[in-house]
């Protein structure tokens, strides 16, 4: 009996033979590649949960330094005080705050700050930007 599609026209028994052969062939050399890998170099990092960092910890979870000066302000209306929204009438006078506020605030700029602290002060000032945005372009607008 002929097995169709076997190079050279081995029989069904043999192809079969060769395949577990090769098949126990590789799984000896996984075996040995597996046992070397984990004496000689661990494939993954063993990494040890500590726990949180301790400390003291602040109303937000963020630990106190008693030598940092204070966080600013989270406020919507303390943030829109910071970037003079209400004195600000053109698109680009709006923009331009925009890039004053990040440049003073952005997280990659602030590394004492906790990121998402820093995070949501920008994403607010964002935020009121559009806002202001939005309804100076409703008002010219005609209507």
């Known amino acids: 009996m002929r097995l169709t599609g076997v190079r ?11 395949f577990e052969a090769a098949l126990a062939a590789l799984e000896k050399a996984s075996a040995a590649f597996a046992a070397e890998a984990s004496v000689t170099r661990p494939f993954w990092p063993s990494f040890k949960w ?22 600013p302000s989270e406020d919507r209306a303390d943030i829109a005080r910071e970037l003079a929204l209400e004195a600000l009438n053109s698109e680009a006078a709006l923009q331009r705050a ?21 995070n949501r002060r920008v994403a607010l000032a964002n935020m009121l930007i559009d806002k202001a945005l939005r309804r100076l372009r409703l008002a010219r607008s005609p209507a």
């Open 8 to 18: 050279g026209g081995a029989s069904a028994a043999s192809s079969a033979e060769s």
């Open 50 to 71: 500590e726990g949180p960092p301790t400390g003291a910890s602040g109303a937000n979870g963020y630990e106190i330094d008693d030598d940092a000066p204070p966080l």
């Open 98 to 118: 925009r890039r004053r506020f990040m440049w003073a605030n952005h997280p990659d700029r602030r590394p004492e700050w906790p990121r998402e602290f820093a």
